[in-house]
C-alpha cells in the first residue's frame, strides 16, 4: 500500500527516486510524486513538488519537462485510501507554508480530528488525504529542529506510518520513522537511500537498516543517526541482504508475473534446501520436541493466495498428524475471539510480512499465550520480527502483484512442518519424505506445457464468468486458481467444492459455462468424475487439469501433470492455473503485474 523513497547523497536525486518508485510500484499505482531540496543563489531553499496521478511513467515525463534537481528528495507511490487518486491528492505534500515536505504510507486514523484542530490555528488544507495532516502538525510543532518536531508530532498520531521528512529549515538532512508499515534505510558510499521495500535499494546496496516502530533517523551526508521517542541515541546495525539485483528484475520476461511463474522450481528447490535433514528445519526454528507433543491445536492464519496454502497445510495436517487445525482469514481471526492457549500453534503466512490483518491476528495469538510462527518471504519484516519463531521461503522478491512462487513455497514450507513434526511424534512419512524433494523438477515439466495452456486461454479469454471444481487437495488450490484469474484477468470466478455445486451454484452452469476442474486423489477420483459429468449434461466447457488417465467424454481440454501424493499435488495443479490466468489476461491486453484496484502489501486494515 504505497511505496515511499528518499535519497541524501552527493548525487542529482531525481532519477535515483524516479528509479525506486518504479521498483516500488507494485505497492500502489494510482498516483505518482516527487519532492526536492532546491538551493538558491542568495542561499536559501526551495521544496520543488512534481506529482501527478497516473503511473511513475507519467511522473517521468512530468519531472522531465518541469526540470527538477536536487540532492535530498523524498518520492511517493500511491494506493488511494482518503481523496480519490488525483493530482492534489499524490503525496509529496507539505505544510501551509510550503516549507515542511512529507511522504507517508498507512493511515493516520484520527487526522479529522487533528485537521480540525489545525485549521482553527489557522492551517490551510489543500487536499483530502489524512497525510496532510502531518507536515501541518510537525509545522506546528516546529522550535528550530525538524527531529523533535517530528518526534511530538508523531506521538499525536493514531494509525500506522511510514514517512519520510523534509524541511527547509533543515535543507541537509532527513527525517525518518516509522508505527506499523515498513520502512528501510540502505547504507551506500556517502549517501542513503529510504525505501519502503527491498527492491528498490538492490541496484545500490545490499547494506540495509531495518527502522523499528518508534525510532527515528536523522540522516545527512555521510551520517546516519538513530533515536528512541526520548530523543536518545540508538546503536543500529545494518544487515547484509542476499537478494541479487537480476531477482528484482525483469530479465528478458515480458512481465514479472510471467518470470515469477518459472522460477518456482528455483523458488521450492530453495526453499526445502537440506531443512528436512537431520531435523534441522525445528532445529534451526528453535521448536523443541516437547512443545511439539503438547500442540492440542494449530491456526493458520493469512490473507488471500497465503490463507489458500494455508488450507491445503490443514487437510494435510489433520490427517497425519492429528491435531486440530483451523485456518482462518487474519481479518477475521482478529475480531473473533477464537480460542487460545499456551499448547496452541499460531502459524502466520505472509509473503510481505506487513500485511495488517495478519499482523494483528499473530499479536492478538501472542497476547493469549500461543506460540507464535512465521513463514514470510521478506527479511526483517515485522511479522518476522515479532513472531517467536520464523522460516524465511526462498521465493526472492516477488514483484507482480498477483502472488504465484510464494504460494509455492509457502506449500512447501508447511508440508516440511509437517513431516518434521511428525518424525518427533514418530508418525512413518517417509513416502511423503521422498516425494517432496522431486515436486521442483515436476513444476518443470509443466512449466513445458505454457504454450498449450496459451492455446486453450485463447478459447476462453473472452468469456465473463468461469468455475473452478474440486474435491479434497484439489479445493483449496481451485481457490488459489480462481483467485488468480479474477484478479488479473477480471474474469468473473469462483470455486467450489465439487460436491457443493449441486447445493445452489449449478444453477449457474449453462451452455459454454467454463469449468476448470482439478482430480489428483484417487480415493475422490469416481466422485470427483460424478461432479463433472453433471456439469457436462448441462452444457459446460471443461479444464481438465489431472495426474489420472481419464476418459476423453469428460473434457474439452487436457491438461496433464506429473504423478505425485494427492497430498503434494496443489504445488503442481496450481501451475497451469497460473499460467491461464496470465495468458488470458495478456489476451486482454491488461497490466498482468499491476491490476485495478490492487497494491501488493496490504498494510491497511
Ligand atoms: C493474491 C495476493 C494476495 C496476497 C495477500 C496476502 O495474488 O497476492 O491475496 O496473498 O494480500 O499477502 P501477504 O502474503 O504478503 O501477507
Not at 203 to 217: C, P, R, S, W
Not at 370 to 378: C, E, G, M
Amino acid at each position: 500500500m504505497c511505496g515511499i523513497v528518499g535519497y541524501v547523497g552527493k548525487k542529482d536525486c531525481v532519477n535515483v527516486l524516479l528509479d525506486g518508485l518504479s521498483s516500488l510500484e507494485y505497492r500502489g499505482y494510482d498516483s505518482a510524486g516527487i519532492l526536492t531540496m532546491q538551493k538558491n543563489n542568495n542561499n536559501t531553499y526551495n521544496l520543488n513538488i512534481c506529482k501527478t496521478k497516473g503511473r511513475v511513467n507519467d511522473l517521468k515525463i512530468s519531472a522531465k519537462q518541469f526540470g527538477i534537481s536536487g540532492c535530498i528528495g523524498i518520492g511517493h507511490t500511491r494506493w488511494a485510501t482518503h481523496g480519490e487518486p488525483s493530482d492534489i491528492n499524490s503525496h509529496p505534500h507539505m505544510d501551509s507554508t510550503s516549507s515542511i515536505g512529507v511522504v507517508h504510507n498507512g493511515i493516520i486514523e484520527n487526522y479529522l480530528e487533528l485537521k480540525d484542530t489545525l485549521i482553527n490555528k489557522g492551517y490551510a488544507f489543500a487536499s483530502q488525504t489524512d497525510t496532510e495532516v502531518i507536515p501541518n502538525l510537525i509545522k506546528d510543532n516546529y522550535t528550530g529542529n525538524t527531529l523533535d518536531a517530528t518526534i511530538t508530532a508523531t506521538a499525536l498520531l493514531k494509525g500506522s506510518y511510514a514517512i519520510a521528512i523534509v524541511s527547509k529549515e533543515n535543507p541537509d538532512e532527513m527525517i525518518v520513522t516509522k508505527k506499523d508499515s515498513p520502512l528501510i534505510i540502505g547504507k551506500g558510499d556517502n549517501e542513503y537511500f529510504v525505501a519502503s521495500d527491498i527492491p528498490a535499494l538492490l541496484k545500490h546496496t545490499n547494506k540495509v537498516y531495518i527502522l523499528e516502530d518508534g525510532e527515528f533517523a536523522k540522516i545527512k551526508l555521510n551520517e546516519i543517526t538513530f533515536f528512541n521517542s526520548n530523543k536518545m541515541k540508538l546503536d543500529k546495525k545494518y544487515k547484509e541482504i542476499n537478494w541479487s539485483l537480476e531477482a528484482a528484475e525483469k530479465c528478458g520476461y515480458p512481465d514479472f508475473m510471467l518470470k515469477e511463474i518459472f522460477e518456482q522450481p528455483t523458488a521450492v528447490r530453495k526453499t526445502i534446501n537440506d531443512n528436512l535433514k537431520n531435523n534441522k528445519f525445528l532445529s534451526e526454528l528453535k521448536i523443541d520436541d516437547k512443545f511439539v507433543k503438547s500442540i492440542n491445536k494449530i491456526y493458520i492464519v493469512a490473507c488471500g493466495t497465503a490463507m489458500h496454502a494455508g488450507l491445503s497445510g490443514k487437510n494435510l495436517i489433520e490427517r497425519y498428524l492429528k491435531i486440530p487445525v483451523e485456518v482462518d482469514i487474519a481479518s477475521e481471526f482478529r475480531y473473533r475471539h477464537p480460542i487460545i492457549n499456551e499448547n496452541t500453534l499460531m502459524i502466520t503466512l505472509s509473503q510481505s510480512g506487513e500485511t495488517a490483518d495478519t499482523l494483528a491476528a499473530l499479536r492478538l495469538a501472542k497476547s493469549e499465550n500461543a506460540k507464535t510462527l512465521a513463514i514470510t518471504n521478506s527479511i526483517g519484516s515485522t511479522i518476522s520480527r515479532e513472531a517467536d519463531h520464523v522460516f524465511y521461503t526462498q521465493a526472492g522478491p516477488e514483484i507482480a502483484v498477483a502472488s504465484t512462487k510464494a504460494y509455492n513455497t509457502q506449500l512447501a514450507t508447511i508440508y516440511m512442518l509437517m513431516i518434521s513434526f511428525a518424525e518427533i511424534l514418530n508418525i512413518d512419512v517417509t513416502k511423503l519424505k521422498q516425494e517432496i524433494e522431486t515436486m521442483a523438477n515436476k513444476i518443470e515439466i509443466i512449466l513445458n506445457q505454457s504454450e498449450y495452456i496459451e492455446t486453450i486461454a485463447k478459447t476462453m479469454f473472452k468469456e465473463k464468468d468461469a468455475f473452478f471444481l474440486g474435491r479434497g487437495y484439489d479445493y483449496p488450490v481451485s481457490l488459489e486458481g480462481s483467485l488468480k484469474l479474477k484478479e488479473i484477468s477480471y474474469i468473473h470466478s469462483e470455486a467450489y467444492a465439487a460436491g457443493e455445486l449441486k447445493h445452489g451454484p449449478i444453477a449457474l452452469i449453462e451452455t459454454g459455462t467454463y469449468v476448470i476442474c482439478t482430480i489428483t486423489d484417487n480415493e475422490l477420483l469416481n466422485k470427483s468424475l460424478s461432479n463433472i459429468q453433471e456439469i457436462i449434461t448441462r452444457g459446460a466447457k471443461v479444464i481438465l487439469i489431472t495426474n489420472k488417465k481419464i476418459d476423453s467424454k469428460y473434457y474439452d481440454y487436457l491438461i496433464e501433470i506429473p504423478d505425485c501424493p494427492s497430498e503434494f499435488s496443489s504445488m503442481l495443479s496450481i501451475i497451469p492455473m497460473q499460467l491461464l490466468a496470465y495468458y488470458i489476461s495478456k489476451l486482454k491486453n491488461l497490466d498482468v503485474d499491476k491490476p485495478r484496484n490492487l497494491a501488493k502489501s496490504v498494510t491497511v486494515e
